[in-house]
């Protein structure tokens, strides 16, 4: 590894990905091992999910002053490094408003995900073609954001708002930076579907990347659109009770035990006692 990100190596105990391997610059290929993803179908990007949760399933705290996922990892270095990685080989990354109320001043790139690696997550980049930043995804139903938040604000990425018509009715109320665009959809809700066809009317791409919350999970299950999971199991039990809502991964749909989703194992890789899973799912698109 460089100076700049002093991270252990991944340690591989399962590996059995489909595709050819990506052009990973030295610092990532020595953290990560070869990373390889299957080539998108014709015209159909590869969807792809990057989630951490405890070993009893919560990918969440329901307290405001620990929202994020940062609580969930432990803020664990190697899952921020990972996280990095996925970001960037994509060329959009869907958060929901719930996810960027929990962490207001975030931006969906790999820089700031994970600062020491930046210049090797960008030479990535270069070398898959990807010459700006991802298209940072913000679902909403009602439109309630706050847009002095930096990912609308800053400038620093593109940023598309994927909401329904009363939610664009309510963000037309407010002027938008140029680089903000609001894509409305019919419906009182925003299906998974509709995500995807947002992105690529706005920025057609590859590949993208989903990271929730939990109920646009479900949504993308649901819909059978997603093709990958990577799942970061972080060695704590966070525990749940009646007062304290707290998420799994997948929110707001029920699969087993009438259609249950079962998916594949294949990478396991270890940091110390946290593991870094990858599922594949059948895609239906």
Do not use: C
Request: charged content about 15%.
């Amino acid at each position: 590894m460089s100076a700049s990100a002093p991270l252990t190596p991944l340690v591989t105990l399962f590996d059995d990905t489909p595709g050819e391997p990506l052009p990973l610059p030295p610092a990532l290929a020595a953290l990560y091992g070869p990373l390889s993803l299957p080539p998108p179908a014709q015209r159909s990007p590869h969807i792809f999910a990057n989630f951490v949760s405890t070993l009893d399933g919560v990918v969440a705290l329901d307290d405001p002053n620990h929202a994020g996922g940062g609580d969930i990892s432990g803020f664990n270095q190697h899952d921020r490094a990972v996280m990095g990685i996925l970001r960037a080989v994509a060329g959009a990354v869907v958060a929901g408003a719930g996810t960027l109320r929990s962490v207001p001043k975030h931006l969906w790139t790999a820089d700031y995900i994970y600062p020491p690696l930046a210049a090797d997550y960008q030479a990535l980049r270069t070398a898959l073609g990807l010459h700006q930043p991802p298209l940072n995804v913000i679902v909403t139903a009602r439109g309630d954001l706050d847009l002095t938040l930096p990912v609308f604000a800053s400038g620093r990425v593109q940023t598309l708002i994927v909401t329904t018509a009363a939610g664009a009715t309510r963000l037309a109320q407010h002027t938008l930076p140029p680089h903000v665009h609001v894509s409305p959809q019919p419906g009182d809700s925003v299906a998974a579907a509709s995500i995807l066809r947002a992105i690529q009317d706005a920025q057609p791409t590859e590949r993208i990347l989903v990271e929730g919350g939990p109920h646009i999970m479900g949504d993308f299950f649901a819909e059978h659109l997603l093709n990958e999971l990577f799942l970061t199991l972080a060695p704590q039990i966070a525990g749940r009770d009646t007062q304290h809502n707290r998420p799994g991964l997948a929110e707001g749909r029920i699969f087993a035990p009438a259609a249950p989703l079962w998916g594949s194992l294949t990478s396991v890789r270890r940091a110390e006692s946290h593991l870094f899973l990858r599922y594949h799912f059948p895609a239906t698109r």
